[in-house]
């Protein structure tokens, strides 16, 4: 079985400070690992994923992540936020074997205060 | 990259009537298909996973005659929820996954805001 917790449900943070989103995981079997954005009443967008090779990955609107797999995490790092940024953010888990099943965690919501 | 189209939507219906959402793979062939569901505030929930050609597979606690998935091709699953009560209200979304190997990932649909009264 495979789980996601993500440790802040809240993150306040004033416009151009930097951010970091906490996603930690636990699998039995390897996993690939992704962060999703999603704004009000809309559906999920991708915003990077580890699937192999680095363990810094970077994704869209300047935001990057890095798989620790000791520490079995995986960060979501943006050096200045925007207005726009605030929404909420998903970090999953998808099995690589075994039927891919994609597991979220419970999101983060990101405001981003003036 | 990817597209899965969802519809409808938004759809709204009557208590005990039955709704039908669809998703569709537009440029690939996606050989898994998943349906989650969302509560106002709430992660995404594993409903099933759908497999073209048989049964799909339910998470525990997922009423399968409730909600009825069908695979019936490589482009499309849709999701009926039968007889629809106020508490079946929810943000259902579906993901497709192109074909078998490692290294390939879900697409996500937009999403139905389905809503019962």
């Known amino acids: 079985a495979q789980s996601v917790t993500q440790l802040d449900s809240q993150v306040p943070v004033f416009e151009e400070a930097p951010v970091e989103l906490r996603c930690n995981y636990s699998?039995?079997?390897?996993?690939?690992l992704f962060w999703y954005v999603q704004y009000p009443n809309q559906g999920l967008q991708l915003l990077l994923k580890?699937?192999?090779?680095?363990?810094l990955v970077k994704g869209i609107n300047g935001f990057e992540a890095e798989f620790n797999k000791s520490q079995t995490s995986f960060h979501l790092r943006k050096p200045s936020v925007h207005i726009s940024d605030t929404a909420e953010y998903f970090c999953?888990?998808?099995?690589?074997?075994?039927?891919?099943?994609?597991?979220f965690g419970a999101g983060t919501r990101l405001f981003v205060k003036a | 990259g990817a597209v899965v189209s969802q519809h409808p939507s938004r759809v709204i219906c009557k208590s005990g009537t039955s709704v039908k959402i669809e998703c569709r793979s537009l440029?690939?062939?996606?050989?898994?298909m998943f349906w989650y569901r969302q509560f106002p505030k709430q992660s995404l929930m594993l409903m099933a996973t759908?497999?073209?050609?048989?049964?799909?597979?339910?998470e525990q606690g997922v009423e399968k005659d409730k909600f009825l998935i069908n695979h019936a091709s490589l482009t499309l699953s849709t999701l009926t929820v039968t007889s629809a009560h106020p508490e079946d209200s929810s943000f259902y979304i579906c993901?497709?996954?192109?074909?078998?190997?490692?290294?390939?990932?879900?697409?996500f649909g937009q999403g139905t805001r389905l809503t019962v009264v």
């Open positions: 993901s497709a996954r192109p074909g078998t190997g490692e290294n390939t990932e879900a697409f």
């Open positions: 699998s039995s079997v390897s996993v690939y």
């Open positions: 580890y699937l192999s090779g680095s363990t």
């Open positions: 999953a888990v998808t099995r690589r074997t075994g039927g891919f099943k994609t597991i």
């Open positions: 440029d690939f062939q996606a050989t898994t």
């Open positions: 759908s497999n073209e050609g048989s049964k799909a597979t339910y």
